[in-house]
């Protein structure tokens, strides 16, 4: 953290540290965000330290990125529709290997590692992220009902489950939690890794809503930071077109965690140093903060 002494983040930050020990706080980690070896190791760092200080970090990760390197390499080409991977059969095995087997496993290994306490699941375990299939529809003119896309093993988070989650917590671990769903069928289903960290933020009525990507915050059309959107001001963002591909479910999330409660999401640069103590510990806004209201 550049500028700060060591003696200065401690007085700035414990106002903070009051704020949220005891509480929840939902961590989005984005597979654009999952860039360099000091970074994962960084990321790994500030959720130990917030546990360490009484906070329940709980770990929602991505893997976008991860997932289609390893289907470019089988030669499948990763397509997607409105943000989400259209997922066959074949593409939801990938999925699952890379998000649960890989991806899930590395964040754990770092957290563990560095002295964290950290278990990795997926939405299958107990039962964690029930999911159902998700419909796109396509606007097909005036006269016509819209068309319905299908995009193979996509789910929408019916319900989160948050037991597992609480009896980890009352353990002192730390949820890593890969964006696999399972679904009324007991199959798995493909879920954006931003929907289910907002599902399960609202579920466990999160203080906060932390997302980790790769762009410094929402960005208006002219592609300035945005710091701070009223829930009515995101609604417009995805109705006007300024709001496109990833950044469309990151709002969606941020919308349906504040419908049930939560008091402010946060969209921010995961490629900073210590993006999330920045965020959670000091008083310099970064990113941008998206709060209730019109
Ligand atoms: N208005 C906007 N402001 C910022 N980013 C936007 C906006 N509209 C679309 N995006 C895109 O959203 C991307 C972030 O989403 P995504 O690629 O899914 O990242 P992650 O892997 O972190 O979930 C940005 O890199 C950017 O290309
Ligand atoms: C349905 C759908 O699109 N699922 C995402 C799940 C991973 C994800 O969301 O990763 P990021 O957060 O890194 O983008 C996918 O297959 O890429």
Redesign the pocket.
């Known amino acids: 953290m550049e500028g700060l002494s060591k003696a200065k983040i401690l007085v700035e930050a414990l106002p903070y540290i009051r704020q949220f020990a005891g509480k929840t706080v939902v961590i989005k980690y984005?597979?654009?965000?999952m860039v360099d070896p000091d970074l994962k190791r960084n990321f790994a760092l500030d959720v130990i330290l917030m546990k360490y200080v009484g906070i329940h970090p709980v770990v929602v990760h991505?893997g976008?990125?991860q997932i289609s390197r390893i289907m470019e390499r089988m030669g499948i080409r990763p397509t997607f529709v409105e943000?989400q991977r259209v997922t066959d059969d074949e593409t939801m095995s990938v999925v699952e290997m890379v998000l649960v087997g890989t991806v899930n496993k590395e964040i754990v290994g770092l957290v563990n590692q560095h002295g964290g306490r950290a278990v990795g699941l997926s939405g299958r375990d107990g039962d964690l992220i029930q999911a159902e299939r998700m419909q796109i529809y396509k606007y097909a003119g005036d006269e016509r009902p819209p068309e319905i896309l299908d995009i193979g093993r996509v789910g929408r988070v019916h319900r989160v489950n948050p037991r597992v989650l609480q009896a980890l917590e009352g353990a002192g671990f730390i949820p890593v939690i890969a964006p696999v769903g399972v679904g009324p069928d007991g199959q798995a289903y493909n879920i954006n890794?931003?929907l289910v960290a907002g599902a399960v933020a609202g579920e466990l009525s999160a203080a906060k809503l932390i997302l980790l990507?790769?762009?410094e915050g929402?960005?208006d059309p002219e592609g300035r930071l945005v710091p701070t959107m009223t829930a009515a001001e995101v609604r417009r963002?995805l109705g006007d077109g300024?709001?496109?591909?990833?950044?469309i479910p990151?709002l969606k999330a941020c919308l349906k965690a504040l419908d049930r409660g939560l008091e402010k999401a946060h969209i921010v640069d995961g490629r900073t140093e210590h993006a999330i103590l920045l965020e959670l510990f000091t008083d310099r806004g970064v990113g941008t903060e998206i709060v209730p209201g019109g």
């Open positions: 984005g597979g654009h965000a991505g976008g990125p943000g890794a931003d990507t790769d762009v929402v960005l963002a300024t709001a496109t591909g990833g950044m990151k």
